[in-house]
């Protein structure tokens, strides 16, 4: 069957390269934010959330940062290793009771 | 860790079957969805449920059914199966008891073939 990854953007980085992955959301009243990796066979998997009280939130190697001027939303990984290739996507939503809705990805490539 | 497991990655059926996918998860979470997932359309929301018993339509319920009889199970029903159903199915889980605005767990999918 068709990979999920057909289709998508692609971003292609070299190992130890700072990586950043941009997503435009489409509600201006979006208030929670999150990040997703899927890598191949596999289902998505949480990385990183952000609440739009915040505008910037680190985790391990990851940092989201939140522009919500431009509905702007960026995943940033640093010193990307060949185990980051996967596709990222991410999701927003409204308010507590609204379920997420998910952006089409992002295809990362890293060679060694 | 959380744990959504789904109980076939492969299933190929027919035209005009009844077949069910099945997904359980094991950190008691309220919450549980069923998506699927196309090249290009990406993941689209076709059933959640946010109590035992509950459930609530998605983005495109058309062809689809879905049972909650127990917390920690949730299945999704294709009731008359038509090949335009061929699709990754993805289940999630999310620990509720404040809304959505939260991350969900997902399971690694069923890849569907109906022929």
């Known amino acids: 069957g068709e990979s999920v990854g057909l289709h998508l953007p692609t971003l292609s980085v070299q190992e130890g390269d700072n990586s950043i992955i941009n997503c435009a959301y489409s509600n201006s009243a979006s208030d929670y934010f999150i990040w997703y990796k899927q890598e191949s066979g596999k289902g998505p998997q949480f990385i990183i959330d952000?609440?739009?009280?915040?505008d910037k939130r680190q985790g391990q190697r990851v940092t989201v940062l939140l522009n919500k001027t431009v509905k702007h939303l960026s995943l940033q990984i640093a010193a990307t290793q060949p185990g980051d290739s996967a596709v990222y996507f991410c999701?927003?939503?409204?308010?507590?009771?609204?379920?997420?809705?998910f952006g089409k990805g992002t295809m990362l490539l890293v060679s060694p | 860790d959380v744990k959504v497991t789904q109980s076939s990655r492969y299933l190929v059926k027919r035209t005009g079957e009844k077949v069910f996918l099945e997904c359980v998860q094991d950190m008691d979470h309220e919450n549980m969805f069923w998506y699927r997932q196309d090249p290009g359309l990406g993941l689209r929301l076709i059933y959640f449920s946010y109590d035992v018993k509950m459930k609530e339509k998605g983005d495109i319920p058309e062809g689809y059914s879905v049972s909650r009889e127990k917390k920690e199970r949730f299945s999704l029903i294709l009731e008359s199966a038509s090949t335009n159903q061929t699709s990754m199915y993805l289940c999630a889980s999310s620990l509720g008891r404040t809304g959505f605005s939260q991350p969900q767990h997902f399971g690694d999918g069923t890849r569907l073939s109906i022929l």
């Open positions: 952000i609440r739009s009280n915040m």
């Open positions: 999701a927003e939503s409204l308010s507590g009771y609204s379920t997420l809705t």
